[in-house]
């Protein structure tokens, strides 16, 4: 049982590392990772121009059925919009607008098979309005 949530967890910094290369080859900022507080942890905090993007990333080995992002509970969801929300609040509620975006990543052994960047997940959030 071990070996297998060894494997988990390096499966997913791998995909977490293949999803900051992209945002950075996007031009995006890369502010913080596995930032952590008790209502939930936001995988990448990055800045895209006036807009700050909480990237939540999913990683699989393999596709079938079901997407990477398949994954993505309604719970989390909360838990990532929560976060995001203290984020604003511990960095000075600045002006800006925040974005949820959600990148899949499937790696086999050779690398990685594919990367799919969706924008907007989640219904956006600022500063003033959950200050």
């Not at 049982?1 to 988990?8: C, E, T």
């Not at 909360?78 to 990543?105: H, S, T």
Request: proline share 2%.
């Amino acid at each position: 049982m071990k070996r297998a949530r060894a494997a988990h967890i390096a499966l997913g910094i791998r995909g977490e590392s293949t999803a900051r290369r992209l945002l950075l080859a996007k031009g995006y900022t890369i502010l913080a990772c596995n930032w952590r507080v008790r209502s939930g942890e936001l995988d990448i905090v990055a800045r895209d121009g006036a807009t700050l993007v909480f990237v939540e990333v999913k990683t699989l080995r393999r596709i079938g059925r079901f997407r990477p992002g398949d994954n993505l509970s309604i719970r989390q969801m909360r838990r990532n919009f929560r976060a995001a929300r203290y984020y604003f609040r511990v960095i000075g509620k600045p002006a800006l607008n925040g974005r949820f975006d959600l990148i899949e990543v499937v790696i086999d052994r050779w690398g990685v098979k594919s990367i799919r960047h969706r924008l907007n997940y989640m219904p956006t959030v600022s500063a003033e309005r959950h200050g």
